[in-house]
């Protein structure tokens, strides 16, 4: 059992370390305490347990909570700050390196994912999806803008194209539902994609939509996501508000 402020009141976390484990310590420890946060038992902005006293209490090594508590870090549900100690960050939506939507990670975290569609043209031109597809720069797509949302809360500005043969994909549909859901629907999978990430200050159609500040920062991806035989299937130029935001990778030694 583990003792936590929640929400300014003193909780108790059913905290289980199974020592007999092949799975370790500091991963049985950061698994739990990130579905407490995840769970929302504990709240953006909670103070966390120092990890001397956390450490005390559960019976493991300094050195185990550390690196625990930094993988919790790391993921961005806690943060450090100097002179006040570790507490829980603000709510975040956390993207990890695979193939999914936006759509598909809030709702697999209980979100409540919504869509406001802003447009949805036919036939329009654009270069860099052009390229993206492989085809000449004069050729009509299926062009899209749509703000995304978690509960009321914009998060981002998802400006996507398709090939001309998507052309019946409606409005309706894309407020229900994401994007490669529907393209899964019509039997194309997106299995690999090439992602670029950066930031940038906002404009003043992406502040607006997205509820800035004109001091707030944007996070961005362009991405162009390919089907199993290498074709093309979808390119997309997206901006998200960077406090909302976090992209999880994992890498390994070649």
């Known amino acids: 059992m583990m003792v936590m402020y929640c929400g300014g009141m003193l909780v108790r976390l059913p905290v289980r370390i199974d020592r007999a484990s092949p799975i370790p310590l500091y991963h049985q420890l950061a698994e739990q305490l990130s579905g407490a946060i995840d769970g929302g038992t504990l ?17 493991l090594s300094r050195p185990t909570v550390r690196r625990a508590i930094g993988e919790l870090v790391t993921q961005g549900l806690l943060v ?36 406001d569609v802003r447009s949805l043209v036919t036939d329009a031109m654009d270069d860099r999806a052009a390229t993206a597809f492989g085809v000449p720069a004069d050729t009509p797509l299926v062009a899209m ?16 194209w398709l090939p001309p043969q998507y052309a019946d994909i409606t409005s309706e549909q894309l407020q229900c539902d994401g994007l490669y859901a529907l ?5 194309v999978r997106p299995t690999v994609a090439r992602q670029t990430i950066g930031a940038r200050n906002a404009g003043r159609e992406d ?48």
């Open 207 to 254: 502040r607006r939509l997205l509820q800035l500040t004109k001091t707030e920062p944007l996070l961005t991806m362009t991405r162009s996501a390919y089907d199993a035989d290498g074709e093309a299937v979808e390119f997309g130029d997206h901006c998200y508000r960077a406090e909302h935001y976090a992209l999880e990778v994992t890498v390994h030694e070649r």
């Open 43 to 59: 709240k953006p902005g909670d103070p966390f347990e120092n990890e001397l006293a956390l450490a005390e209490r559960l019976g």
């Open 80 to 115: 450090r700050k100097r002179g006040i100690g570790t507490t829980v960050a603000k709510e975040m939506v956390h993207r990890r390196a695979e193939l999914t939507s936006l759509y598909e990670d809030l709702a697999r975290e209980g979100r409540q994912p919504r869509t």
């Open 183 to 187: 393209l899964r629907a019509r039997g």
């Open 145 to 160: 803008v749509r703000v995304r949302y978690a509960g009321d809360t914009p998060l981002a500005v998802l400006r996507n």
